[in-house]
């Protein structure tokens, strides 16, 4: 199979030069084969520290040690590459700049948060739609080799119920959870699927708690850690068994996702529907206002 041209859109998150070291370099242990990144536009969100502070360095990276090409437009760029990896940090910037791809109808990995509202994703996936184009979007949590050998475990027969964990922190530019509670949240829709139907947060010095009520009774939980012992995993309750993990650090999960963007690029078929990140996406949304207001709230508040 030809070797597939990959083009990045945002150089602002750490994200970028670890991807292209998985997909470039052939002497890193966890290589995934398949694709070359040559190409970026490295854009960046001047109000925004965390990207702004960023993104020189990881662009001197890519052109001094991967030899990544630089377009000063993503119209330009989209002419030399196969598909694109929309890597910018900011979800805010990512419908204005997945358009132009999704016109294109190159296939398109957009990196978490999907967008910073419901109203965005909508849009992104409607023009998806209208022009063809493949799709998808996650944390790469969700395919940690431990999380992924416990959603996957036949023996817990019906699921009744997860609850999730992960490191919370918060920016003024995504607020809520859309800038780290996305990564456990992510987990926690791979396991209960969609179908949920209202939201409530509590919030601590210690955690910010969401436990989200499915349409068919099951309670799904997210916890994000504000203080003590930190990390990234679930526990299930399970018809048959209960099953408790955490992430897998000697299996990258950047490797094990970045397979599963190849095998996408390749077939054009993403692995999971993308319903599923449209109602993480109302359900982050939902969660911010349960914050605010200190009520529980439907996600068809959001959707309607």
């Known amino acids: 199979m030809e070797e597939i041209k990959i083009g990045i859109i945002g150089f602002d998150t750490s994200h970028v030069p670890a991807f292209t070291k998985v997909i470039n370099d052939t002497s890193d242990p966890f290589h995934v084969p398949g694709g070359k990144v040559i190409a970026g536009v490295p854009t960046f969100s001047k109000d925004f520290d965390l990207s702004y502070n960023r993104v020189e360095n990881f662009k001197k990276e890519l052109i001094e040690k991967y030899h990544v090409k630089i377009f000063e437009s993503i119209e330009e760029m989209l002419e030399v590459v196969d598909a694109v990896l929309l890597e910018s940090v900011d979800g805010r910037r990512h419908l204005r700049e997945a358009e132009p791809v999704l016109k294109s109808g190159k296939p398109v990995f957009i990196d978490k948060p999907f967008t910073t509202s419901y109203s965005d994703a909508v849009k992104i996936v409607q023009l998806a739609e209208k022009y063809s184009c493949p799709l998808f979007s996650c944390s790469p949590l969700r395919f ?62 210690s955690a910010d708690i969401a436990v989200g009520l499915w349409e068919d009774g099951r309670i799904g939980v997210y916890r994000g850690i504000k203080q003590g012992e930190s990390s990234y995993g679930m526990t299930v309750f399970g018809e048959k068994k209960i099953r408790h993990t955490t992430y897998n650090p000697d299996i990258p999960m950047y490797s094990l996702l970045i397979k599963e963007i190849m095998k996408f690029f390749q077939t054009k078929i993403p692995p999971f529907p993308i319903q599923e990140t449209i109602e993480i996406v109302a359900f982050m949304e939902a969660s911010l206002i349960s914050e605010k207001e200190k009520r529980p709230v439907l996600l068809e508040e959001i959707t309607k």
């Open 144 to 205: 940690d080799a431990n999380i992924s050998a416990v959603r996957n475990d036949s023996e817990l027969g019906r699921i009744f119920g997860c609850d999730s964990f992960s490191p919370e922190s918060r920016v003024s530019a995504m607020p809520g959870f859309f800038w780290y509670g996305i990564h456990g949240i992510e987990v926690l829709f791979s396991v209960m699927k969609t179908g949920c139907k209202s939201v409530e947060v509590v919030n601590s010095e």
